[in-house]
């Protein structure tokens, strides 16, 4: 991850399960119940912690103290493509807001700081080549930051890519229609036969509703 290679990837130090896990702390779909659950939180976050351990190494940083937390704050004042967006990521958890006390970029909507934080990490999306980060890395972060931040976005929203992340992990890629549809099946309360799914392809095949059908 150097300097002079603008726009690293992210996620990719790794490899993906090729099937959704069960988490062994919850025995929920692994990621479903992120990141309250250790378990979850685990095999999400350590795709981003990779490439967070990789920086630190590059920039002869330890972990832990007040060092990493000043990288942190270097890392979100860096041109943007500087580091991977996993990196960007990181530093946000590793950061307090200084007006609110929550997790930068995850405090409430009235929060200024928060909310300038939160929308200056997608600046990365905005100005990346196309190869530089996948389809599913995309949706990955989003679910990601909707997940570490649920009172900043709609239940439905939140619900579904809970209901989606095991398979994010897997490699799956979510389409604006498939995420309306599982989110039009959350709103007629059926969560829990959607968390009964156990391939992408069973959850993203979902009918239509009949009263989200055109006429």
Not at 43 to 70: S, T
Not at 151 to 166: D, E, K, S
């Amino acid at each position: 991850m150097a300097d002079d290679q603008p726009f690293p990837p992210g996620t990719r130090r790794a490899p993906r399960p090729a099937a959704p896990l069960p988490c062994p702390a919850c025995g929920d779909l692994a990621g479903r119940a992120y990141p309250h659950c250790p378990g979850c939180a685990e095999a999400v976050d350590r795709y981003w912690l990779l490439d967070w351990q990789a920086l630190l190494a590059e920039r002869r940083v330890e972990a832990g103290g007040v060092a990493e937390r000043e990288l942190a704050a270097r890392v979100l004042g860096e041109p943007v493509g500087r580091v991977a967006w996993t990196c960007v990521d990181w530093a946000l958890c590793l950061l307090r807001c200084a007006q609110c006390g929550a997790e930068l970029g995850t405090g409430a909507r009235e929060c200024v700081s928060c909310t300038m934080a939160s929308d200056n990490r997608w600046a990365w999306h905005h100005q990346c080549p196309p190869s530089a980060i996948t389809a599913n890395e995309h949706n990955l972060r989003v679910a990601r930051e909707a997940l570490r931040a649920p009172h900043r976005h709609r239940a439905t929203i939140v619900a579904g890519w809970r209901l989606v992340m095991p398979f994010l992990l897997a490699g799956a890629v979510v389409t604006n229609g498939q995420a309306q549809r599982i989110r039009a099946h959350v709103l007629a309360e059926r969560y829990d036969e959607l968390a009964g799914c156990r391939s992408y392809t069973e959850l993203a095949g979902l009918p239509e509703l009949p009263w989200r059908q055109p006429s």
